[in-house]
Every structure is written in C-alpha cells, then in structure tokens.
C-alpha cells in the first residue's frame, strides 16, 4: 500500500477510536503495523511461507533454549496477481495469503489452492537466478532472534509451572508465518502457538519427527526429563536431527542455538 494511502487509512482509525475513547473510560492497546510494499512475487502473484519451529527447552534453570527448524515448511499464495493500484487496496484475494481466504476464490475450494513446498520454490529460485541458500540463513537468523526475544517471559512462565509439577518436559511446536521481500529480506508476519496441521504438505512425517526428537534418549546422566511416564535425556549436541534416528540421510529438523546476550544467532 502506497505512503499516502497508508498514512490516510492511520489518520481516519486515530480518529475514529478518539471519538470511540471519549464515551469510554480506561486505556486501549493497539498494534500498528507497516505494510511490504514490494514483496517478493511468484508469477505475479504475493506468497508467504509456514514454517515450524520445534522448542523442547525455553531455557529455564540456566540451561540454553532448544529450538528446532523443520527443513520443509510450504508456500501460500494469493489468488489473483499483486496490485497497489488505490482500485485494489481492498481486495483481500491480492494482498492476503491465508488459504482459508483464497479457498473461496478459487475453483474446487480449498482442494484448487497451490501450497508449493519449500523445495519447489528453491528450484523456482534457482531458475530466477535467487540465492535460497542466503535467505535461508536470514529465516533463521530471524528465527532465533524471535524465540530469544520470549525466552524470559516463557521461561518465567515455566518455573512456576515446575514448582508444580517437576516432572514435566513440556515442548511447544510453533507455526511461523514469514513474508519475503523483493530484496529478499524475511519478514516475521506471526508467530502460530497451535498451528493448524491439516491439509498442509507432509506434516504427518514432521509430527512423526518431532516426537523422535522429543522422546530421544542418551546415556548421559545430564538434562534427564520424565517423558512418557519414563526419565529420558534430550541429546543437546547435535547440529542435526536425523529424521530416520539412525544414521540416515534425511535430515528433518536442524538445530539451533540461542545465544546469550543482546545478539542472538544460529550455530
């Protein structure tokens, strides 16, 4: 959305919830946020990416958070070609990815929405001549700076909770919503805590994943958890979970480390 046309949207909302604040008593809380004008476009057309992020560990009792990427997340595209033109500002099926909006534009519902994986768009971008390697490194970097920004409030949150009940090993998987734009830059748009794992491109595997990494034991005496009724050890070294667990070639999540201190980034 063009400048002007944003600075008069925010113009007209200010003064609306001015006239609504001054029939009402107390304060009101308001996010505000910018819109990407130029985003990254597949065919013409505004995509964004889901990706799932796995934390078995917020950091709590001094041990560093940790944080899980999953390797294949998939692509949601809007239904109709990219326009800023003042016509089509209010147009949801151009400027909104969501599948539960742009299944009702297009035929065959939510059946006729192309999701692409995140291997078909590296190819994509391969014959664009686009570095995913490079944005990779950027969506993960972005990743860590957002789960290193909740860890005191989470990892608070989870000692009151131990003082309870010790023996848990709770683990969240998170739904990040990530826009690129044409600088190919990522933009964290939200931060799912229950994503939705139905219709999407092989969750049932990653699901599968996340309760290997989740259950995995070592002979370790550190870092033990009582999990499933039984006391196991998360193996905290390793750069790379193997999806298989055995020593094979598919490699479903890969670690991360948060760093302590103001900077944040992947090992």
């Known amino acids: 959305m063009p400048h002007h046309a944003v600075e008069a949207e925010v113009a007209?909302?200010?003064?609306?919830?001015?006239?609504?604040?001054?029939?009402?008593?107390g304060c009101q809380t308001f996010v505000a946020q910018g819109y990407i004008q130029s985003p990254l476009l597949v065919d013409g057309r505004k995509f964004d990416l889901r990706l799932y992020v796995?934390?078995?560990?917020?950091?709590?009792?001094?041990?560093?958070?940790?944080?899980?990427?999953?390797?294949?997340?998939?692509?949601?595209?809007?239904?109709?070609?990219?326009?800023v033109a003042p016509e089509d500002l209010q147009n949801r099926y151009i400027h909104l990815t969501n599948n539960c909006i742009n299944k009702k534009n297009v035929p065959g519902g939510e059946a006729g929405?192309?999701?692409?994986?995140?291997?078909?768009?590296e190819s994509w971008m391969a014959k664009e001549a686009i570095d995913f390697g490079s944005l990779w490194q950027a969506i993960r970097d972005l990743v860590a700076t957002a789960i290193a920004a909740a860890v005191p409030t989470i990892s608070e949150a989870m000692a009151c909770v131990r003082e309870?009940?010790?023996?848990?090993?709770?683990?969240?998987?998170?739904?990040?919503?990530?826009?690129?734009?044409?600088?190919?830059?990522?933009?964290?748009?939200?931060?799912?805590?229950?994503?939705?794992?139905?219709?999407?491109l092989k969750l049932p595997k990653m699901v599968e994943d996340v309760?290997?990494?989740?259950?995995?034991?070592?002979?370790?005496?550190?870092?033990?958890?009582?999990?499933?009724?039984?006391?196991?050890?998360l193996v905290p070294n390793e750069d790379v979970c193997q999806a298989d667990g055995g020593g094979g070639t598919a490699n479903a999540f890969e670690r991360v480390q948060i760093m302590s201190g103001p900077c944040s980034r992947f090992s």
């Open 12 to 25: 007209a909302f200010c003064s609306k919830q001015k006239n609504r604040s001054t029939q009402k008593s």
């Open 113 to 121: 929405l192309e999701n692409w994986t995140l291997a078909r768009l």
């Open 54 to 83: 796995l934390v078995t560990s917020f950091g709590e009792e001094g041990v560093p958070p940790e944080v899980y990427l999953f390797r294949e997340g998939f692509a949601r595209f809007a239904s109709e070609p990219f326009s």
């Open 211 to 233: 309760f290997r990494i989740i259950s995995r034991v070592s002979a370790s005496p550190e870092g033990k958890h009582h999990f499933g009724g039984q006391v196991h050890s």
């Open 164 to 200: 309870e009940r010790p023996s848990l090993m709770p683990f969240e998987l998170f739904g990040f919503d990530v826009m690129i734009d044409e600088k190919l830059h990522p933009w964290l748009l939200e931060v799912n805590s229950r994503p939705a794992l139905g219709g999407a």
